[in-house]
């Protein structure tokens, strides 16, 4: 039998299938995303900003057939979102605001997809061959409010007083909307799902008998998945319930307080208070809008002292950006196939605190959202539905691997050189292909904070601001700031995500 002969009895859809996968794969189906960010991240941790920005521009290059930009795939979405942070960072506000309008424009692409394109059952079709990178990366909830937060920030940092304001008004709604979005998302993954299921029946069965948290966690080489699952459950216990991130209610708040809308901000801050009731700093927002807009103070908040200088006008707020996010790497479980899986990683903060000094007066930053949490909590809701679509997937790549060998050995007319020919070349293929293509899928926007903090005052009649960021055994990094006499009001916004890299930048308020 010839090898023509050998490829025509391969089951009718290994190769029509793993060719579509690899087709619609993104960038990331065979060396992880986290992988490939390595160099980025290192730069950016070291303060070498520009080398950091080189990594992600090489990455969103103009596309050809012989390059690997990310442009026009599904990793797109993940480079675009690091381009707008890293620009923020650096202090080039057009060009986050730039980057982050694309990212939003994909993924409204993406959301409008009311039922599934030709591409997506292509990409659907991928992932069960290859591994879940052949998705497009959509943009989690913590990701689609943080471009809202960082694009009305951008905007006061190019002098666009009046585009912030329309941003931070249109905050809460975004709140809302990614509320809807994840319930639209989940539906969405969940009839994927199902379609995968019912074309294959055999391997869904087995998924579901091993497809639990309690099996996988249950078994003894899965200990370090274990360990990690209980960290981020841990971790998860921070986030604010319901996607909440607090930064951009603080924001829709902050509008309303600036614009004398007192009983907008009251709901703003009660929704803040009641996420965080022990939080010092939004039970004293919370006391001040009430009284700002003449209602009652409930008992329990009797004791709190409203600010004794105006919100509206004449302030300094400073948002410092602690340390940098967790992250999704690879690892790897057994369920008893070995199948590389994304777990977080979660790093320390670089700094306990920001201190501000400021008309001889001392102000100390609180928490103002920990984004470790809003991920972790993401992440661990996510869990159940990836457990499952990861071990179809694996499923469904071992029975056409072995479907391939079950076909060629039951050939009686095959000649027995060229069949042993064929087996060796499916079994040596077929078990580099899987091995390539186990890959997790860690994509994720990394060039975030680890956690927010706040604090504010009135605008020093001298306009000098100083600012220690406090280590850990007593050492500091220190900043002297003079705002301009234009600046009535100012956000400072402090970017640390290590003691090699602090930025400061000072968003002005020139209206009041």
């Known amino acids: 039998m010839t090898i023509r002969r050998f490829l025509s009895i391969l089951p009718y859809r290994i190769l029509p299938a793993a060719a579509?996968?690899?087709?619609?794969?993104?960038?990331?189906?065979?060396?992880?995303?986290?992988?490939?960010?390595?160099?980025m991240m290192e730069y950016y941790l070291n303060g070498e900003n520009e080398d950091a920005l080189d990594e992600i521009e090489y990455k969103l290059r103009e596309p050809a057939w012989y390059n690997t930009s990310v442009v026009d795939t599904g990793d797109e979405l993940v480079w675009r979102l690091e381009a707008g942070t890293m620009n923020f960072h650096i202090g080039d506000f057009e060009e986050s605001i730039e980057q982050l309008k694309i990212a939003e424009d994909l993924i409204e692409q993406y959301d409008d997809r009311a039922e599934l394109s030709a591409r997506d059952i292509g990409a659907e079709t991928g992932a069960a061959l290859t591994n879940l990178n052949a998705l497009p990366y959509r943009g989690i909830c913590r990701d689609r409010i943080a471009i809202a937060v960082y694009k009305a920030l951008a905007?006061?940092?190019?002098?666009?007083?009046e585009a912030f304001h329309?941003?931070?008004?249109?905050?809460?709604?975004?709140?809302?909307?990614?509320?809807?979005?994840?319930?639209?998302?989940?539906?969405?993954e969940k009839a994927e799902l199902d379609a995968e299921k019912a074309k294959n029946p055999e391997e869904a069965k087995k998924a579901d008998s091993l497809g639990s948290m309690d099996k996988l966690t249950g078994s003894p080489d899965n200990a370090a998945f274990k360990t990690s699952m209980a960290k981020v459950k841990k971790v998860a216990n921070k986030g604010y319930g319901n996607f909440l991130n607090p930064v951009a209610i603080f924001l829709s708040?902050?509008?309303?307080?600036?614009?004398?809308?007192?009983d907008n901000a009251r709901i703003d801050f009660q929704h803040l208070s009641e996420a965080m009731p022990n939080n010092p700093l939004f039970r004293q927002y919370y006391v001040s809008v009430l009284k700002k807009a003449g209602r009652e103070i409930p008992e329990n908040l009797a004791d709190v002292q409203p600010f004794d200088f105006p919100l509206e006008q004449d302030c300094v707020y400073v948002v410092f950006a602690n340390g940098h996010t967790a992250a999704l790497e690879e690892s790897a479980i057994y369920f008893p196939v070995m199948t590389a899986w994304p777990v977080c990683a979660f790093y320390?903060?670089?700094?306990?605190?920001?201190?501000?000094?400021?008309?001889?007066?001392?102000?100390?930053?609180?928490?103002?959202?920990?984004?470790?949490?809003?991920?972790?909590?993401?992440?661990?809701?996510?869990?159940?539905?990836?457990?499952?679509?990861?071990?179809?997937?694996?499923?469904?790549?071992?029975?056409?691997?072995?479907?391939?060998?079950?076909?060629?050995?039951?050939?009686k007319d095959m000649d027995p050189t060229v069949q042993a020919a064929a087996l060796a070349t499916v079994a040596i293929g077929g078990a580099a292909y899987r091995a390539a293509m186990n890959t997790a899928d860690t994509r994720g926007w990394e060039i975030l904070p680890k956690e927010f903090q706040l604090t504010q005052?009135?605008?020093?009649?001298?306009?000098?601001?100083?600012?220690?960021?406090?280590?850990?055994?007593?050492m500091v990094v220190s900043k002297s700031l003079r705002l301009s006499d234009d600046c009535k009001s100012a956000i400072i916004f402090v970017d640390a995500p290590s003691v090699q890299n602090v930025a400061f930048h000072v968003l002005p308020i020139k209206s009041k």
């Open 457 to 474: 005052f009135p605008m020093p009649k001298d306009r000098k601001v100083d600012l220690k960021l406090n280590l850990n055994g007593g």
């Open 155 to 161: 905007y006061l940092g190019t002098g666009n007083e």
């Open 253 to 262: 708040g902050l509008g309303s307080v600036r614009d004398g809308e007192y």
């Open 166 to 188: 329309a941003q931070i008004r249109r905050l809460r709604n975004e709140q809302k909307k990614v509320q809807d979005d994840y319930s639209k998302f989940f539906e969405q």
């Open 348 to 411: 320390d903060a670089p700094f306990q605190n920001l201190e501000a000094e400021a008309g001889g007066k001392k102000y100390s930053t609180l928490i103002l959202a920990d984004m470790d949490g809003i991920l972790a909590q993401e992440f661990e809701e996510r869990m159940p539905a990836m457990i499952m679509r990861i071990v179809l997937n694996t499923l469904i790549k071992e029975a056409a691997y072995y479907a391939g060998i079950a076909v060629i050995a039951a050939q």
């Open 20 to 39: 579509a996968g690899i087709l619609f794969a993104g960038c990331s189906s065979v060396v992880n995303s986290h992988s490939q960010k390595e160099d």
